[in-house]
């Protein structure tokens, strides 16, 4: 696994850089990037979900913006009226689109604006306008795996034709939900896990938590991500994953024991429909986690798992064998559609209940 954040800043760096907790091969590319000239019109970041990327891509933004700081530099002095606007969330040159909340779509007038003000709105007409205050404007797109077809080609042709002084940087948790049109026009920076003294420190200085060892407890049942840990502190959540785990790990999967026990501790969590459908949407983060380990394991990158339940799964399994692996595959896609439309507008016990079956169908597919 690529643990990029296995270090903490362990090599003198800018001082804004200094507060980012391990991607130092990320700090140290875009400094070799703007050292040689050679920062491109659009870059995609990359990886799992709650590692760090957005914090990253708005530092980023920040040096980029910093008239104080040299061209060839990855730096910004933090005290200028830009950098300050930065710390607020105002500059006028920063340009900033994400899910809104409780959607899993970003909307097609987020890009180009709604019916009655369609290409006169939205970030892709506004990346075309001039500077306001710095040399150049700067364009973030959080969950950019997260489009329609409309908005995959309003991207597209802001991409293809890239106005002057911009610079876009898209985040993504997956790099095959980008499209092949999208991904080509961009410069590809990809991003791993955190380490686990990483993810302890983050959730101590969040304040959710003051106890060091609950923190590192959470910290390691994250997989190297801050967003699952700090789901982690919740006590129902951790039995939410024990018992999702416990049910995939036999395989094939018993359906209604995995849906009785499942949906049982996931109506512990929270009984408004907003917080179900988020701790729905857990069940489907968990699912890919599980999934992926076991993944892993099969295709011999990894020779074990530090959870007991993902190596129960693969000593039914055949490991190296391609078949199998494309059998996971399938499960693990069918786990990533969940997460990324969380069962829609039906009900939930009864969406889960499909997602379940769906994942029992293919486990029971015969494999040569």
Avoid at 24 to 36: I, K, T, Y
Avoid at 67 to 73: G, L, V
Wanted: hydrophobic fraction near 40%; glycine fraction near 8%; charge should be negative.
């Amino acid at each position: 696994m690529d643990r990029t954040g296995d270090r903490i800043m362990s090599e003198p760096g800018p001082t804004i850089w200094s507060r980012l907790r391990g991607h130092e091969d990320q700090v140290r590319h875009f400094g070799s990037v703007l050292a040689a000239g050679r920062l491109g019109h659009a870059h995609l970041l990359v990886g799992p979900d709650g590692v760090g990327k957005l914090t990253f891509a708005r530092m980023l933004a920040t040096c980029l913006l910093c008239p104080r700081t040299p061209a060839s530099e990855l730096d910004a002095c933090g005290n200028c009226p830009s950098c300050k606007q930065m710390a607020a969330g105002s500059h006028p040159d920063l340009l900033e689109v994400g899910l809104p909340e409780g959607k899993n779509i970003i909307p097609i007038s987020a890009l180009v604006g709604d019916r009655d003000s369609r290409g006169r709105a939205g970030l892709c007409y506004d990346i075309s306008l001039s500077p306001m205050e710095s040399t150049r404007r700067v364009a973030i797109l959080d969950a950019a795996d997260h489009l329609a077809q409309d908005g995959y080609s309003a991207l597209l042709k802001t991409l293809e034709e890239p106005p002057a002084d911009s610079i876009m940087i898209l985040v993504a948790g997956s790099e095959s939900d980008i499209r092949d049109t999208i991904r080509s026009r961009c410069q590809l920076v990809r991003f791993g896990p955190l380490a686990t003294n990483d993810v302890t420190e983050l959730l101590l200085l969040s304040g959710e938590t003051a106890d060091r060892q609950e923190a590192l407890e959470a910290a390691e049942l994250s997989d190297g991500s801050i967003a699952t840990a700090l789901a982690m502190l919740n006590p129902d959540m951790r039995t939410l994953r024990d018992t999702l785990f416990e049910c995939l790990s036999q395989f094939p999967l018993d359906t209604r024991t995995l849906t009785e026990e499942v949906v049982a501790s996931w109506e512990t969590l929270g009984t408004d429909s907003h917080s179900k459908r988020i701790n729905a949407t857990w069940i489907a983060r968990f699912a890919i986690e599980f999934y992926r380990s076991v993944l892993r394991i099969l295709a011999e990158i990894d020779t074990d798992s530090p959870m007991a339940q993902v190596n129960r799964a693969c000593a039914t399994l055949k490991t190296g064998d391609r078949e199998t692996m494309d059998l996971v595959g399938l499960m693990l896609d069918r786990c990533a559609e969940a997460e990324r439309d969380p069962m829609g507008n039906v009900m939930l016990p009864l969406a889960l209940e499909a997602f379940f079956s769906d994942l029992g169908r293919l486990s029971r597919r015969p494999v040569a």
